[in-house]
């Protein structure tokens, strides 16, 4: 970031020692180099040796995790944790090359124990990786011009936008878009070009980090361009969401969205789910004003004590929200015009082949929870070889093989077909399913989620069978915990994890991604989840109007109460 510089008046004024712990070691890791270089020559252990630089490398898209499942086994016989990194790349709005895609293939194949990860911000991560392999990746990703930048971190994250094909009239020009803003939010330290790259400290007499300043964003912050009808990137779940306006003459701007988010943590209700709240209009060429000026207000008046109340959410609802958007006017030295009319019809994606109007094809592949494991590499693998267009992750864990000329469509076919894995029937519940990765990566997870999901779904087919609602779309949402990282505040149908087998059921949520949930069940097992729910769809199936989804009946029928404060209460 360039044209905005830290506001030194309040960050001298907030002294350091009054502040959380964690924003005095940003303060102190000389723009996010810690001794991360240092510590990874350290061969004693498999971890980072120092608790500081496990943080930092966060803001580098690692994370230093252990395999839970071993975390029993391994301390009876005293060993440490059998320790392992993820790692996620910088994808902005989820494309990527056949050359790119064949690199991470090579490099998940080598260093990543055979799989890859689609995630629900549309990027990939790399599990089950050793300290040793953490630099060939990097740098294997460096040479297909690939990073894993601010991936994670107190900083804004990776930037999304609308992949679904229906919505191709401007996705070229938003995916374009959603790149510059990526660059353009990036932090500029060098530190990652010499940890990573081993280039030379280059002394420079200019600010090192010009927006940020040495304690970066006070937690993490994203941004995501969404395109009507599609809400696949639940643009109401964004920090800041800007939704695409135009018509056949072109792209005219952009209705704004911001204090977007889902975390929450158990037991805290002073912690909620948030939707975002549009505040206006903006014209296309005050993309890049309004992002700075909306992390400008954050970076200067999130909570910097607090790191349970430091996201933008919190920050809006304390101060306001008509004060936070004078504010961002301020900084962006415009005001909004008002908000235009637009229409969301899903926020699922659309599977098999699509055509659209440039005479190009795109086939979606349900890739369940975005799991990429030996069989889907090797065939994804055959694809890149041949493909010529882009692949696209979509935020339901999806992958698209896009921009497919004609003629092209058969030979992938074939290949997928080789492979078994032609387009086949998935039930409509599963295609609109998503689970985060929880256990046995995620050091936060409280239950299973990705590997509990399926058989879940299983369950629940022959219950929808019996309803007769086997091809009805309803959203269904998974977390291992209530972080929420599958979105699950916005689930037609919700579980978020407690305890091993124990979770929480939400009911009501939207179908276009309009509208948060309610709780119906705390901390209950299977039998009463699929109790609970077999007497609900039986009623929708019985009670619906023609054309309502699931979430807006239970609103109806009076099985949940509406949320209508556009964030979520524990009652
Ligand atoms: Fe997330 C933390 C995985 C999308 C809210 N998330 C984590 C960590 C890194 C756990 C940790 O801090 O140690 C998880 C790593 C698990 C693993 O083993 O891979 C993790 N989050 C994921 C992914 C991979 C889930 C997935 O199955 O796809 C998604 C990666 C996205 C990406 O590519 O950048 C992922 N996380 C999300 C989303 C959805 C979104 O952004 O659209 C959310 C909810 C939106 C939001 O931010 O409010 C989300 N993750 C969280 C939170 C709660 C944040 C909060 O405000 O309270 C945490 C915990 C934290 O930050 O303290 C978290
Ligand atoms: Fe881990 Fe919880 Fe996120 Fe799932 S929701 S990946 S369990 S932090």
Redesign the pocket.
């Known amino acids: 970031m360039t044209a905005k510089t830290i506001d030194r008046s309040r960050d001298l004024s907030q002294s350091l020692d009054k502040l959380s712990a964690d924003e005095r070691m940003k303060a102190a890791s000389d723009y996010l180099r810690g001794t991360i270089a240092h510590g990874l020559l350290d061969r004693i252990t498999g971890a980072m040796p120092s608790a500081g630089d496990v943080k930092l490398m966060k803001f580098q898209g690692i994370?230093q995790?252990d395999d839970r499942d071993l975390r029993d086994e391994r301390r009876r016989q005293k060993l440490e944790p059998a320790y392992q990194f993820?790692i996620?790349v910088r994808m902005p709005g989820g494309v990527c090359t056949p050359e790119q895609w064949l690199k991470l293939d090579g490099l998940a194949r080598q260093h990543g124990s055979q799989t890859l990860?689609?995630?629900?911000?549309?990027?990939f991560?790399f599990?089950w990786v050793l300290k040793d392999s953490l630099r060939p990746i990097i740098q294997g990703l460096h040479e297909v011009l690939l990073d894993t930048v601010a991936?994670?971190g107190d900083d804004s994250?990776?930037v999304?936008c609308t992949v679904n094909p229906e919505s191709s009239l401007f996705h070229a020009q938003i995916a374009a878009l959603a790149k510059q803003v990526s660059d353009h939010v990036i932090p500029k330290t060098r530190a990652y070009h010499e940890i990573w790259y081993g280039a030379e400290r280059i002394a420079s007499s200019g600010p090192e980090e010009p927006f940020y300043g040495r304690t970066y964003m006070p937690?993490?912050f994203?941004i995501?361009f969404a395109l009507p009808p599609s809400n696949d990137?639940?643009v109401f779940?964004?920090d800041v969401g800007f939704i695409a306006i135009g018509d056949a003459n072109g792209l005219q701007g952009f209705n704004v969205a911001i204090g977007?988010?889902?975390?929450?943590?158990d037991n805290a209700p002073e912690?909620y789910?948030r939707l975002a709240s549009v505040i206006g209009f903006i014209p296309a060429d005050k993309v890049f004003a309004c992002a700075d000026a909306a992390m400008t207000v954050q970076r200067d008046y999130g909570d910097r004590k607090d790191?349970?109340h430091a996201?933008f959410k919190y920050t809006i609802d304390d101060k306001g929200l008509d004060w936070i958007k004078a504010e961002i006017e301020r900084h962006m030295g415009s005001k909004f015009e008002a908000e235009r009319p637009y229409e969301f019809t899903s926020n699922g994606d659309v599977f098999g082949w699509v055509e659209t109007p440039d005479g190009r094809h795109h086939l979606t592949l349900f890739v369940e929870?975005?799991r990429l494991d030996l069989a889907w590499l090797d065939t994804l693998r055959d694809v890149a070889r041949i493909h010529t267009g882009k692949f696209r992750m979509t935020?339901n864990?999806n992958v698209i093989i896009a921009d497919v000329e004609a003629d092209d469509r058969a030979a992938i076919d074939a290949v997928l077909e080789s492979h078994g894995k032609a387009p086949g029937h998935v039930s409509a519940l599963r295609r609109n399913s998503?689970?985060?990765?929880?256990l046995p990566?995620?050091?936060?997870?409280m239950a299973e989620?990705?590997r509990y999901l399926p058989t879940l779904i299983d369950k629940l087919e022959p219950i929808l069978a019996n309803h007769g609602l086997a091809e009805e779309p309803i959203t269904i949402r998974m977390s291992g915990c209530p972080?929420?990282?599958?979105?699950p505040y916005i689930g037609e149908i919700a579980l978020t994890g407690r305890a091993p087998g124990k979770y929480n059921l939400y009911l009501g949520g939207g179908f276009r991604g309009e509208r948060l949930n309610r709780m119906v069940l705390e901390n209950a097992g299977e039998s009463a989840i699929l109790e609970t729910l077999d007497e609900v769809l039986g009623r929708y199936a019985k009670e619906r109007e023609p054309g309502e989804h699931f979430g807006d009946f239970t609103i109806r029928a009076g099985i949940v109460r509406e949320v209508t404060e556009g964030r979520f209460f524990n009652d």
């Open positions: 994370y995790q993820m996620r990860r689609v995630t629900t911000r549309q990027t991560q599990h991936a994670c994250r990776g999304m937690r993490k994203k995501g990137i639940d779940a964004q977007g988010g889902m975390g929450r943590t912690t789910p790191r349970m996201r929870n975005g935020a864990q998503i689970a985060c990765v929880a990566t995620c050091g936060l997870a989620s990705e972080n929420g990282c599958s979105r």
